[in-house]
Structures are given as structure tokens and as C-alpha cells.
Nanobody, 119 residues
Framework: QVQLVESGGGLARAGGSLRLSCAAS????????MGWFRQAPGKEREFVAT????????YYADSVKGRFTISRDNAKNTVYLQMNSLKPDDTAIYFC????????????WGQGTQVTVSS
């Protein structure tokens, strides 16, 4: 059974940092591109960042570029999202995803973890 389990969400102040983790029980984790999406209240789910299977290439949404860093450890079947210089607009539920960089191409989703940034 495939599971993606996020952790590390919580409350932060503007300018602060949080680190999200996603532990994946995928049979061949290293075959998958992994990514993070987020959904703010009343808004559609949006792409945040993705990393290729080898970790050699990353892509970011313009809104987080320079502040967030995605990484992965294939030995631990885990993907991370380091979030620095947080803004109130980053408040959302953050979802780990396996497979694609667009919602339609994602094969598996995590259950989400809440990130709240206060001003």
C-alpha cells in the first residue's frame, strides 16, 4: 500500500522557517519525481516545487523561488521542503506528491500538513 506521510508543519512567524518532510512507502521511490503542492483556504491547489528522481534538477513556483528548497534522500525514501523567509501568504495545507509536476500527472498524494504563518 502506497503512503505519503507529511510532517513538520505548524505555526511560524513571518520571516521564520519550517522544514517539511514526506516519508514515502513507494516500492521504487527513486523512480519517482517528487513534489510539493499547497492549497490555501478558498483557493485551488497549486504547485510549489518538484525534484527529479536523482535529485539533480529542481523546479519552483515563482512565489517561492529563492526562499524554499526541495531535496530528497533516496536511501530514506524521504523528500523535504525547507521553507525560509516565510510570509503570511505561504499559509496553506502542504501536500506531498509523487509522479508529476502538475496536478493531473500526480500518481500519489499525501494527506497534507498545515502551515500557518502569522504576521
Amino acid at each position: 500500500q502506497v503512503q505519503l506521510v507529511e510532517s513538520g508543519g505548524g505555526l511560524a512567524r513571518a520571516g521564520g522557517s519550517l522544514r517539511l518532510s514526506c516519508a514515502a512507502s513507494l516500492p521504487t521511490f527513486s523512480d519517482y519525481s517528487m513534489g510539493w503542492f499547497r492549497q490555501a483556504p478558498g483557493k485551488e491547489r497549486e504547485f510549489v516545487a518538484t525534484i527529479t528522481w536523482s535529485g539533480s534538477t529542481t523546479y519552483y513556483a515563482d512565489s517561492v523561488k529563492g526562499r524554499f528548497t526541495i531535496s530528497r534522500d533516496n536511501a530514506k525514501n524521504t523528500v523535504y521542503l525547507q521553507m525560509n523567509s516565510l510570509k503570511p501568504d505561504d499559509t496553506a495545507i502542504y501536500f506531498c506528491a509523487a509522479g508529476g509536476i502538475t496536478i493531473s500527472l500526480v500518481d500519489y498524494w499525501g494527506q497534507g500538513t498545515q502551515v500557518t504563518v502569522s504576521s
